[in-house]
């Protein structure tokens, strides 16, 4: 099994940033994909962004592309997402989640999910 532990959300103006991190332990060997995903209150759970565990593969959502950026911390083992000039549609909770397979966008490719961090932009 694989561990997933989301931090970083919290509370923003519009136009403003955060940093999320996903910091993952146990069976990593089989991570392939990390991804991050979303969902708002009435809303589906939608992919926002994925990378390759061990390549530079990156993937975004059209709606987060040139605002959004995801990157890796080798040493620490773990997956940030950096969002930038955020708007109050980005307001959802954040999950990130790991998929054995490559190039995974749809939330049913991923198999180990974090708990979700809690992302508010205020308008």
């Known amino acids: 099994q694989v561990q997933l532990v989301e931090s970083g959300g919290g509370l923003v103006q519009t136009g403003g940033s955060l940093k999320l991190s996903c910091a993952a332990s146990?069976?990593?060997?089989?991570?392939?994909?990390m991804g991050w995903f979303r969902q708002a209150p009435g809303k589906e759970r939608e992919f926002v962004a994925a990378?390759?565990?061990?390549?530079?593969?990156?993937y975004y959502a059209d709606f987060v592309k040139g605002r959004f950026t995801i990157s890796r911390d080798y040493a620490k083992n773990l997956v940030n997402l950096q969002m930038n000039s955020l708007k109050p549609e980005d307001t959802a909770v954040y999950f990130c989640?790991?998929?054995?397979?490559?190039?995974?966008?749809?939330?049913?490719?991923?198999?180990?999910w974090g708990q979700g961090t809690q992302v508010t932009v205020s308008s």
């Open positions: 989640a790991v998929a054995p397979t490559s190039g995974s966008t749809r939330a049913n490719e991923y198999k180990y």
């Open positions: 146990g069976r990593t060997l089989s991570i392939v994909t």
């Open positions: 990378r390759g565990w061990s390549s530079d593969s990156r």
